[in-house]
């Protein structure tokens, strides 16, 4: 297993962590920005408090490996995440425990799982309306402020859901990269006919799960030798220095794993290419260039509370969502379980750019952002006025 050795502050402190797959290096990307951007401030220390030492880095993919757990039966014991942090492992178990993978039947409850994405038409113009069509009560657009109100203490931490503060830093760690990933927001939506549709226009129409149901065929895909390794099947092909490891030609994994994969590479080679760099770019110098340069138009709207900024995240990326679609051919469409699924072929661009360069270069200005945006909802979720006035001595 290769390691990725993530550094904190100073080049003090390294921590050497696993590469997980599925969609874990864009986590830990975006939450080891937010980590050095918060070294050595105020709400650092009380990040490093609430998580008992643990990194945003590494609890930004907490929520999906719970998702492990959901094959488990329900009174089986949870193996150990996190080993020298038995108080959080507890809090994480009665969190899956009440938000559990399948549903009561007639239960409202929600499922954890429903809380990682929002599936709003991926078509020109789309905005994320409450209540809309591919919104739920507990999209990751409502969960983002839910993780903020209980960090600020508008939210008990007994809620029914069980965020706790620690719990709702986890989450937030997680979710904030989340909603940043195109796929995670917007969903293409066919006819029965298989044809791609705006389902606000009336007609039957069938989601895809954000992609999870179609094979994505790339043009350099149909080039083997372009690939002599054979580890990769789409990404890091035009710097050719990390190797991709997402599921199959999965779109949604794609978009997980694959473009965070060029875009890393992409900034590798910016990196390499400067007059006075020399050698290959280090991981390190990868994110402290994402924690020191900062990113064109990433600030929320002016005096706009955090509770509001999710949804003007999921309205920014949604014509990026509507493109990662427009750029691809759909074919083989078929409909089972009120569900799209086929294959997703690239279609040869007027601006030229392949599949794989462009979401590289989408996903290198999402990674960038998503990390300022965790230190900055962090820190304005913990400073609020609630959140001083709740300190006092109560011992409830
Ligand atoms: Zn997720």
Redesign the pocket.
């Known amino acids: 297993m290769r390691f990725r050795i993530i550094t904190l502050s100073c080049a003090t402190l390294f921590l050497a962590m696993p590469v997980y797959p599925y969609?874990a290096l864009g986590?830990e990307t975006v939450g080891a920005i937010a980590d050095m951007k918060l070294a050595g401030t105020a709400t650092g220390a009380q990040v490093t408090k609430l998580l008992d030492g643990i990194t945003l880095a590494r609890a930004s993919v907490l929520?999906?490996e719970i998702k492990g757990w959901d094959r488990l039966k329900k009174d089986q014991p949870k193996p150990i995440i996190l080993k020298n942090h038995p108080q959080l492992q507890e809090q994480l178990v009665a969190f899956w425990n009440a938000n559990p993978p399948t549903k009561a039947k007639g239960s409202d409850a929600p499922t954890h799982k429903e809380f990682?994405?929002t599936d709003v038409p991926a078509v020109d113009g789309s905005k994320y309306v409450k209540g809309n069509l591919g919104t739920e009560p507990y999209d990751i657009v409502q969960m983002i402020p839910f993780c903020v109100r209980v960090l600020a203490g508008e939210e008990p931490e007994t809620n029914d859901r069980k965020i706790t503060k620690p719990v709702a830093l986890i989450l937030l760690a997680?979710?904030v990269?989340?909603i940043h990933q195109p796929l995670?927001v917007g969903n293409a939506y066919f006819s029965s006919a298989g044809n791609l549709v705006n389902p606000s226009k009336g007609g039957k129409s069938f989601p895809d799960h954000g992609g999870n149901g179609f094979n994505i065929i790339l043009a350099d895909d149909k080039n083997p030798k372009s690939n002599p390794q054979g580890d990769s099947k789409s990404g890091g092909k035009s710097s050719g220095k990390k190797s991709s490891k997402s599921k199959g030609n999965n779109l949604h994994s794609f978009w997980d794993t694959d473009a965070v994969v060029e875009a890393l590479n992409q900034l590798e080679k910016m990196i390499e290419s400067q007059p006075k760099h020399k050698g290959k770019a280090t991981d390190e110098e990868v994110i402290a260039w994402l924690a020191n340069s900062e990113p064109v138009e990433w600030k929320a709207k002016a005096k706009s509370p955090p509770t509001d900024w999710a949804q003007q995240w999921a309205n920014e990326i949604l014509p990026m969502s509507t493109q990662a679609h427009e750029r691809l051919e759909f074919s083989n469409v078929t409909i089972k379980n009120e569900s799209a699924s086929g294959d997703a072929t690239e279609k040869k661009m007027p601006d030229g750019i392949s599949y794989t360069e462009w979401s590289g270069q989408r996903t290198q200005e999402e990674l960038h952002k998503a990390g300022w945006r965790l230190a900055e909802i962090i820190e304005a979720s913990l400073n609020t006025k609630n959140s001083e006035a709740q300190k006092p001595n109560s011992k409830k």
Request: charged share 20%.
């Open positions: 969609g986590h929520a999906d990682h994405y997680h979710y990269g989340d995670h």
